[in-house]
């Protein structure tokens, strides 16, 4: 069974918005439940590969993009289930 993960095809979830910060990080707000994630440099720049080219070939972007999806931050696209943090 596939995770998805293979053809990096990925997305914000339903009702998560992404808003990139002055100093070069990202905050992203799930607005049903008003959940806060504020990510760094270092994730914010990992996060726009993997939302821009949806790139997991590396191990340690596919582990970050796991995290993500498994926390309700991204979906797989074509995954209409709804952030539920």
Do not use: K, Y
């Not at 993500?68 to 943090?85: C, N, T, Y």
């Amino acid at each position: 069974m596939s995770s998805g993960l293979e053809t990096g095809q990925l997305g914000l979830a339903p009702g998560v918005t992404l808003t990139r910060l002055p100093f070069g990080g990202t905050v992203l707000v799930a607005a049903v439940t008003l959940a806060v994630a504020e990510c760094g440099e270092r994730d914010a720049m990992r996060l726009d590969l993997l939302l821009s080219q949806g790139h997991t070939a590396h191990p340690d972007l596919r582990a970050f993009a796991g995290e993500l999806i498994q926390s309700g931050w991204l979906i797989v696209a074509g995954d209409e289930r709804g952030a539920d943090r």
